[in-house]
């Protein structure tokens, strides 16, 4: 790769980054208008790497386009949120699944570690820490699957969640309790070497329990 086209990469992934970080963040809130020129001078770039970045972003759903208006972080759709919710549901169960030859002792007790923390969280609660510590939780467990495609969509399912939902917890609080207590069941399932398909559509409905939460508050 020439040198130039190797500075533009470089650049156009530490844009990449730096956007994003603010959009998952909601430091830029859905909506917020993403103005080239403005964060080409903020990163010392040209327009050109701000643009291919902004591809990437719309790719993952958390960027969309406006005629007339132009390139915005993307607003909150609650019908998107339930299909993200389903769709990570299927995805992580496989992912599970598959993961489950490769899964060690190490991995589970980090797992339990994970899921101590958010139990510790219960009284004192912070949705936003403990929705962060779920989406450990589940990649701890999920994280050996050996199907990179499978991997790669966990992974952007989770950022388009990020987008969609800062906290999926703080719209369901009550959710919280249960959640723990059906990731130690997840980890039971795991650890007694459960039938992979139990493991999975318990994994599977896990998510889909908390779709069924937000949409009995949403009414």
Known sequence: MPAQAAQTTSKSQQTYDWLRERILTREFNP????????????????????????RRLEAEGLVEFERNVGARVAMVDEGEYVDTMQTLGVLEG??????LPAITEADL?????????????????????FTALNEKFHKAICQACPNSHIAMLVDRGWSRMAGLRSSTFSFV?????????????????IRENADPTQIEMTVRHHKWRTVDAFKEISR
């Open 31 to 54: 909506g917020y208008r993403l103005v080239l020129s403005t964060i080409a001078a903020e990163m010392g770039v040209s327009t050109v790497p701000v643009r291919e970045a902004i």
């Open 94 to 99: 496989a992912a599970t699944a598959l993961a």
């Open 109 to 129: 007790t980090r797992a339990q570690a994970i899921n101590d923390q958010m139990r510790a969280m219960l009284t004192d609660f912070d949705p936003a820490v």
């Open 173 to 189: 609080p009550d959710r919280a309790p249960r959640s723990v207590e059906e990731h130690d069941e997840i980890l039971r399932l």
